[in-house]
């Protein structure tokens, strides 16, 4: 049975730092595609940053943000230990959101929301002060 199952939720105060971890277990996360999704309150899933590998080599990395992102969030993975991350800097009270991620078999950076084969069920992240 597939799992992946995130970590690091909590609160912050804006500008502060939290570090997503999503762990996986029963399945082998280096040919798979993984997303970084969040939902706020009566909003739409929204694509927070994606991580694939390249076809190059083993450091061959593609990755993508959402420009509400872009220079706060790192998305990064560790294949060996079969983990993705998300590292947040400088949060925003609009950050605040469940925060999943997703895996789908691929090398391709574009992945429709849709089309991802496997999803955790969710971290809270709420930035207030």
Same mark, same amino acid.
């Given at each position: 049975?597939?799992?992946?199952?995130?970590?690091?939720?909590?609160?912050?105060?804006?500008?502060?730092?939290?570090?997503?971890?999503?762990?996986?277990?029963?399945?082998?996360?280096?040919?798979?595609?993984?997303?970084? @999704?969040? /939902?706020?309150? &009566?909003?739409?899933? %929204?694509?927070? =940053? !994606?991580?694939?590998?390249? $076809?190059?080599?083993?450091?061959?990395?593609?990755?993508?943000?959402?420009?509400?992102?872009?220079?706060?969030?790192?998305?990064?993975?560790?294949?060996?230990?079969?983990?993705? @991350?998300? /590292?947040?800097? &400088?949060?925003?009270? %609009?950050?605040? =959101? !469940?925060?999943?991620?997703? $895996?789908?078999?691929?090398?391709?950076?574009?992945?429709?929301?849709?089309?991802?084969?496997?999803?955790?069920?969710?971290?809270?992240?709420?930035?207030?002060?």
């Amino acid at each position: 049975q597939v799992q992946l199952v995130e970590s690091g939720g909590g609160l912050v105060q804006p500008g502060g730092s939290l570090r997503l971890s999503c762990a996986a277990s029963g399945v082998y996360l280096r040919p798979y595609a993984m997303g970084w @999704y969040r /939902q706020a309150p &009566g909003k739409e899933r %929204e694509l927070v =940053a !994606v991580i694939t590998r390249g $076809a190059l080599t083993d450091d061959d990395f593609m990755t993508k943000y959402a420009d509400s992102v872009k220079g706060r969030f790192t998305i990064s993975r560790d294949d060996a230990k079969n983990t993705g @991350y998300l /590292q947040m800097n &400088g949060l925003k009270p %609009e950050d605040t =959101a !469940v925060y999943y991620c997703a $895996a789908k078999y691929t090398t391709r950076i574009v992945v429709p929301t849709g089309a991802y084969d496997y999803w955790g069920q969710g971290t809270q992240v709420t930035v207030s002060s």
